[in-house]
């Protein structure tokens, strides 16, 4: 999934749209039950997280042993813990909003970067 995001197939309609549905499912999400800021913040920060981590990978040589696993492992903890600490009531909504802003907060920076530069 990140080496398609991250690849020249993935064109900038692509990328708006998987960010405007991923805002939609957010909202429906939000209309049932909100999340409250501070998961919000963690959510969005495990997103830049995971793109930073993605840049690491890079730098890495190809025959490193831990090249994805610790993005892959970072990832999975940080959200299932970030889950587990969830109030009980309507927690998959909450889930699915946690998931959410971590995917926008890797979206965002991520085209942020790859953005076309405005003035040389």
Request: charged share 10%; with cysteine.
């Amino acid at each position: 999934m990140f080496n398609f995001w991250y690849s020249k197939q993935c064109t900038r309609q692509i990328k708006l749209i998987v960010c405007i549905l991923t805002c939609a499912i957010i909202y429906i999400c939000s209309s049932i039950q909100q999340l409250t800021p501070l998961f919000v913040g963690i959510s969005l920060s495990i997103g830049l997280i995971i793109h930073l981590l993605r840049k690491l990978e890079l730098k890495i040589s190809n025959e490193h042993l831990y090249q994805q696993g610790f993005q892959i492992l970072f990832s999975i903890i940080s959200l299932v813990t970030l889950i587990q600490l969830l109030p009980t009531q309507n927690k998959i909504y909450l889930a699915i909003q946690c998931l959410g802003f971590s995917a926008i907060g890797l979206f965002i920076v991520s085209i942020y970067e790859n953005r076309a530069k405005r003035f040389e």
